[in-house]
């Protein structure tokens, strides 16, 4: 079953002869339940991409695919309802917590958003919103003791748990991860990575794993691929990245 069809896709910014082109005849599919690496350089087009496949960014030509409907064909309730299906993880995740709310209600936001939406993960344990979110903050490791802090108070990689548990709480069908360990100390970006690969065997969720770290890309997709100047310039399956041709 493919989950997600990016088909053909261009997408420059700057109307001039001189605009930047971001990507360039990108096409490739992700299957339900795998996970698929991106690695390039800065500037590459990685985060034009992934705004792209979360229907952010509407691409100049070609198209994309969630679930068999064309994203930027449907509006408003069908466009939302597959949303719902996509979440994302950001580098940073200072920028998606607000900073004046305690870190358990951050993490019921995307739940606030789709309150019909009962994720499996939570079937057992929607008494009470605290409740959900302890639940939530359990599967990605952190303590109950941090619920009612705030953002600023945790840690670097505390505060990627929070974005992972938030990523996660509606049960999404594709968690996009767009650089998610780039601005974490070495020690941090080893648990988050285990964290992402005991999530992808215990929910079965896709991944779009975007990275310009290439050990970190292998260790969690199935399949790879290298993205220079916005072209796809090589794919293969993770487990050849090392081995002779
Ligand atoms: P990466 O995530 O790999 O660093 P980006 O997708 O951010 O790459 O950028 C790809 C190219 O598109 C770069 O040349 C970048 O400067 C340009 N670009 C990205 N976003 C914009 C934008 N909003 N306006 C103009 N140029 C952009
Ligand atoms: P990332 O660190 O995820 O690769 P970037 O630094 O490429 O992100 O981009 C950060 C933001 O700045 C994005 O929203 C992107 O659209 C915008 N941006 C990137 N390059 C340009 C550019 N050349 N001109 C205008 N906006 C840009």
Not at 80 to 101: A, G, M
Not at 144 to 149: A, N, V
Not at 195 to 207: A, H, I, P, T, V
Request: aromatic residues 6%; contains cysteine; glycine residues 8%.
């Amino acid at each position: 079953e493919k989950l997600v069809s990016v088909e053909g896709v261009c997408k420059s910014y700057g109307k001039r002869a001189n605009g930047v082109s971001a990507l360039q005849d990108v096409t490739f599919h992700i299957l339900a339940g795998e996970c698929v690496g991106v690695v390039g350089e800065s500037g590459s087009g990685k985060s034009t991409l992934s705004r792209i496949v979360l229907g952010l960014e509407k691409p100049d030509q070609g198209k994309v695919f969630c679930m068999g409907t064309s994203l930027f064909e449907k509006e408003g309730c069908a466009m939302r309802e597959l949303r719902q299906h996509i979440q994302v993880v950001f580098q940073d995740p200072t920028s998606s917590l607000n900073q004046r709310i305690p870190i358990w209600r951050s993490v019921l936001e995307p739940l606030d958003n789709f309150p019909l939406v009962v994720p499996p993960i939570l079937a057992d344990v929607r008494h009470s919103r605290r409740e959900t979110a302890q639940k939530l903050l359990e599967i990605v490791g952190l303590e109950e003791q941090h619920l009612d802090r705030y953002p600023h108070e945790l840690s670097g990689g505390q505060r990627q748990r929070v974005a992972i548990a938030r990523g996660i709480s509606l049960g999404p069908r594709l968690l996009i991860c767009d650089e998610p360990t780039s601005s974490l100390d070495v020690y941090m970006q080893a648990q988050i990575l285990r964290l992402l690969q005991e999530l992808k065997e215990k929910l079965g969720m896709s991944y779009l794993f975007i990275s310009h770290d290439l050990a970190a890309v292998r260790m969690l997709s199935d399949r790879m691929m290298i993205i220079q100047n916005g072209r796809i310039v090589d794919q293969f399956e993770s487990r050849d990245l090392y081995s002779p041709q």
